[in-house]
């Protein structure tokens, strides 16, 4: 192969030279020199501490670290907050080792690693050193200081844990405890749905090949739903979102609220521009069923037209995307303890869908990854939904999102995790209107009146909704739009005009024009 033209050479990239802003906690501490630690800034990923600080303030950081997921993080002592250059030498050798065992000492559950690196003081430009601290994020457990305190890390600041609830929650997302497991306090059989049950256990029958001789009970224990004692069977907390008969008897949060905003942002006080707002109660299945027929008769259509000069009509998003979206956060939202009384969220605006869950990704899981890492927080809740035919138990729901948002040429999904005090979970599907320029009800409701726009049928929509994105409309495009003979696709602009919705341009010396067109009655583009 011949040599790389210079014009050539100058395209190819090495990517090992990543942005500082793309490096992980793990590239940080691994390349950490003097250029790269000025460069690095505090943020997400990194804390800069003075040789002063304590020993117990810094097993606060490492718990912090060991309980912020999904990477943990890199704390350098010797650099002042100010990014003043200070060293660690002046403090005397017994002070560093003081300070390197500090994990051990005051945080002895954080996995902790720590390296000396050659750095030049700022004060007086001689040769020091600084301390670089990589902290892991603890998977299966939540990390204390010696004194029983947990940190976790929230924006740019630490926070203490300080109720019981929030330290549990800590453990319910780490797997230390499964709050899904816990009994629930209701009485099976009475304060469940039974024939819920009994398709439930007919459907776990027949796809695991059990006998018949196996019993509701028997099955719902096999199913990690709750245990038998003695004559009794305890139903769990999955077992009450699955078949409960009030589920928010023992999870008030167990409800999803419905909005459709007026607009593309969400307003408040005098300015609240909601035009439906409800709540959707029950059982989890329940509440996806319910929600599901509400927020499809909020959706549009959009004509397009397609290859070959053929029109179709494609929806505002692929039925799949926004109902796995809401089964997602049904499944893997955090119910336990401070998330228990809140609800799940979805909001319909004219530009995109929102779908917002309690509680932060589950461990190992964030939005660069979301397409490949299968770890749901309530596994047990999870497992029965698959047999309830509701999720496919795998992470192929989340890539097929992606793809139908694509076909449909529509913006990629974004999952993204939002704290403001607490986490939760906000997965935005976009519906492109901007580019579209689609007509829709609220739109036209100014130019046709809206007792109107509710006599008109379903190809006098269509043919108006062309009209709004195309700026004008021809006999033979109403024809390809609604299926009809040439004389019917007429008959219905020329019924447009005469309602004084569309006006028609053309010779009126020619029977059949093949210029003609319809455009809308007191548009911009009339």
Excluded at 12 to 32: H, N, S, V
Excluded at 154 to 165: A, C, H, I, W
Excluded at 462 to 487: P, Y
Aim: proline share 5%; with cysteine.
């Amino acid at each position: 192969m011949p040599p790389l033209e210079p014009e050539r050479m100058q395209l190819q990239f090495d990517f090992e030279d990543r942005p500082d802003a793309l490096l992980t906690c793990d590239e940080i501490y691994g390349k950490a020199d003097e250029e790269l630690l000025r460069r690095l800034g505090e943020d997400r990923r990194l804390e800069k501490k003075s040789i002063g600080v304590h020993g117990k303030a810094l097993g606060e950081y490492f718990s912090m670290w060991a309980n912020t997921s999904p990477e943990g993080g890199v704390i350098v002592v010797g650099i002042r907050n100010d990014a003043t250059i200070e060293g660690c030498s002046r403090a005397g050798q017994d002070r560093v080792n003081q300070i390197e065992k500090a994990g051990a000492t005051y945080c002895p559950d954080a996995q902790v690693a720590v390296k000396q690196v050659q750095v030049h003081r700022d004060h007086d430009g001689k040769l020091d050193f600084v301390l670089v601290f990589r902290v892991k994020y603890h998977s299966s457990k939540v990390v204390r200081t010696v004194d029983g305190r947990a940190f976790i890390r929230r924006g740019d600041s630490k926070m203490e844990l300080g109720s019981p609830e929030e330290i549990r929650q800590l453990q319910t997302d780490k797997g230390e405890i499964r709050f899904e497991t816990e009994p629930c306090g209701l009485t099976y059989p009475q304060d469940f749905h039974q024939e819920s049950i009994r398709e439930f256990v007919e459907s776990v029958r027949e796809r695991k090949g059990w006998s018949s001789s196996h019993e509701a009970p028997d099955i719902l224990e096999l199913m990690h739903l709750g245990t038998r004692r003695a004559n009794a069977f305890i139903a769990n907390m999955a077992c009450a979102l699955l078949f409960a008969r009030d589920p928010r008897a023992v999870l008030p949060g167990c409800r999803i609220r419905f909005l459709r905003f007026e607009g593309e942002q969400e307003r408040v006080g005098g300015e609240w521009n909601a035009v439906k707002d409800e709540f959707v109660d029950g059982t989890i299945p329940e509440q996806i069923q319910r929600v599901a027929v509400t927020l499809k008769s909020q959706l549009r259509s959009f004509s397009r037209l397609g290859a070959g000069g053929k029109f179709f009509t494609s929806p505002e998003y692929p039925d799949f995307t926004w109902y796995e979206a809401i089964v997602n956060a049904c499944a893997h939202r955090a119910y336990g303890n401070g998330m228990s009384n809140m609800p799940i969220f979805v909001k319909m605006f004219d530009d995109k869908l929102i779908v917002e869950s309690p509680g932060a990704f589950p461990p190992f899981v964030n939005p660069k990854n979301i397409y490949d890492v299968h770890a749901p927080r309530n596994p047990y809740l999870m497992d029965a939904m698959y047999y309830l035919k509701f999720v496919k138990c795998a992470h192929e729901g989340t890539r097929r999102i992606r793809e139908e948002m694509r076909r449909l040429e529509l913006p990629e999904p974004e999952f993204k995790q939002d704290e403001t005090g607490f986490a939760i979970v906000r997965v935005t599907l976009r519906n492109n209107i901007k580019q579209r320029k689609v007509w829709v009800d609220s739109d036209v409701a100014e130019i046709l009146g809206t007792q109107l726009a509710h006599t008109l049928t379903e190809d006098q929509k269509r043919c108006i909704n062309f009209v709004a994105e195309h700026g004008e409309i021809s006999v033979s495009d109403a024809q390809r739009l609604t299926g009809k003979t040439w004389q019917t696709a007429r008959r219905a602009l020329s019924t447009l005009v005469d309602r004084g919705i569309l006006l028609h341009e053309h010779r009126k010396d020619l029977e059949r024009d093949p210029k003609a067109r319809f455009k809308l009655r007191g548009s911009s583009k009339d």
